[in-house]
């Protein structure tokens, strides 16, 4: 089955400075790659996400970009804020007819210091 | 707007004890997901279902079972809780796009 690794466990950045958080996948059926962000003592929600026939998907200060022959994909945070300190989570799965079951990394913990 | 609720958000049981964590969802999303989430462990895929009376496991499914009578309604069951699954509890829910919208958990405690 799929396994995901995600690196580093804990990230801490100035404010305004960048953040990239990288993951690698197992299995090379996997077609969908989200970014779950969770902030303390709420529900983790979908940031991000970006399909197997895309290299790079930008959302103002955040992008993914998916490397499949390397099988690693990354989140990159532009000027950071605090806001953005939260713990983030990659995930990879195979979407097909309708069914997914997505296999998540450990997470990311990012602090943002002001 | 997705509501995926669950039914407790703290519970505190004795070893030996049976658990019933319900998950109910209001969009009529197929499938359905309990996770399992651990500091450094991230979010560790229990049990899901694509459809009713449907259940497939997920990478740690031992100790668990779960019901779907209803489509809108998933519950996660411990037979016979124990120490090691004191944890918190993640239901999602999906309309099959990949998306996952999560309830807002349930932290068990296992004495």
């Known amino acids: 089955g799929e396994n995901v690794e995600q690196h580093p466990s804990t990230l801490s950045v100035q404010e305004g400075d960048s953040a990239v958080i990288k993951c690698t996948y197992s299995d090379s059926a996997s077609n969908y790659f989200p970014w779950y962000k969770q902030e303390l003592g709420k529900r983790p929600q979908l940031i991000i996400d970006?399909?197997?026939?895309?290299g790079e998907k930008k959302d103002q200060r955040i992008a993914v970009t998916l490397n499949k022959t390397a099988k690693h994909f990354s989140l990159h945070i532009t000027e950071t804020q605090p806001e953005d300190s939260a713990v983030y989570f990659c995930a990879a799965t195979l979407l097909s007819g309708g069914y997914n079951k997505l296999i998540f990394g450990a997470g990311t913990r990012l602090a943002v210091h002001p | 707007d997705v509501k995926v609720t669950q039914s407790s958000r703290y519970l505190v049981k004795r070893t030996g004890e049976k658990v019933f964590l319900e998950c109910v969802q209001d969009m009529d999303h197929e499938n359905m997901f309990w996770y399992r989430q651990d500091p450094g462990l991230g979010l560790r895929l229990i049990y899901f279902s694509y459809d009713v009376k449907m259940k497939e496991k997920g990478d740690i499914p031992e100790g668990y079972s779960v019901s779907r009578e209803k489509k809108e309604r998933f519950s996660l069951i411990l037979e016979s809780a124990s120490t090691n699954q004191t944890s918190m509890y993640l239901c999602?829910?999906?309309?099959?796009?990949?998306?996952?919208?999560f309830g807002e958990g349930s932290r068990l405690t296992v004495l």
């Open positions: 999602a829910s999906s309309p099959g796009n990949g998306e996952l919208f």
């Open positions: 970006i399909r197997s026939n895309v």
